[in-house]
Nanobody, 110 residues
Framework: QLVESGGGLGQPGGSRTLSCTASGFTFSNYYMNWYRQAPGKERELVAY????????KYGDSVMGRFIISRDNGKSTVYLQMSSLKPEDTAVYYC?????WGQGTHVTVSS
């Protein structure tokens, strides 16, 4: 099971951090991913991180603004979002081991 938290309203240029806590599997063995889906658009990969955290990759639209990290001791993956833009408005999903979280809404608006 994957449970996201941290969504809400953010200001343009502001920051927000999302969390995804896993249970039911050995978290430290698996890559983890953040996806997002904006209204009327397809779901897109935001970032992924390797099991140890040594490898990360970002989508072009968030490169240099978002940081993915993980704490294997807490079975949690994070997405630090900064320099937020209105186009970052979306439902953000955690994905790993063939399982999707329920999603958390992020709205960026002044």
């Amino acid at each position: 099971q994957l449970v996201e938290s941290g969504g809400g309203l953010g200001q343009p240029g502001g920051s927000r951090t999302l969390s995804c806590t896993a249970s039911g599997f050995t978290f430290s063995n698996y890559y983890m991913n953040w996806y997002r889906q904006a209204p009327g658009k397809e779901r897109e990969l935001v970032a992924y991180i390797s099991s140890t955290g040594s490898i990360t990759k970002y989508g072009d639209s968030v490169m240099g603004r978002f940081i993915i990290s993980r704490d294997n001791g807490k079975s949690t993956v994070y997405l630090q979002m900064s320099s937020l833009k209105p186009e970052d408005t979306a439902v953000y999903y955690c994905y790993g081991v063939g399982t999707w979280g329920q999603g958390t809404h992020v709205t960026v608006s002044s």
